[in-house]
């Protein structure tokens, strides 16, 4: 899904999120390593899990989420990946760890995996990143046609960790 989309997405599905970019208390499993300096923390604006139908059974294609901390914002797609829309600097992420959550996508520790635009910019010095405090965002239930896209909306938090 394109950010045109997306936030042409945002008019039809508005963020119901009571997640908050607060302090990032979350499951042990999920913490960053000891030693990680917080740097930023964005709370989802308009987020959705994107499932695409395959052999009968939807399957994540990935995320497109628009991300706020209050005056900044990235956006979070496939990959994963995240991308400061203040400075264009980027960075990819795999998952370290999980922390279920009933009834939503589970929590997760990611590790940064690759760095890109600017240099020097907000997103240059991560290393690790959270998603907190989620909420929906589950792969649909049911039969599907190959080939079908569905849009889940989630919310979230992400922390961002040097």
Known sequence: ??????????????????????????????????????????????GFQIYRCAAGAWTLKGPAAMLRDGRRTA???????????????SVTAAKKAES???????QLLLEVTGHGGTAGGELAAVRYIQRLHTRGGLAPTGA??????QPVPYDADYVFWA
């Open 75 to 89: 956006y979070h797609s496939a990959g994963p990946s995240w991308q400061s829309m203040t400075d264009g600097s």
């Open 1 to 46: 899904m394109k950010t045109t989309a997306l936030v042409a997405a945002a008019v039809l599905f508005p963020a119901t999120a009571t997640a908050s970019a607060g302090p990032a208390h979350a499951d042990p499993a999920v913490q960053p390593p000891a030693g990680a300096v917080r740097v930023a923390a964005y709370r989802v604006t308009t």
């Open 100 to 106: 279920p959550v009933p009834g939503a996508i589970p």
């Open 144 to 149: 599907c046609t190959d080939g079908a896209e």
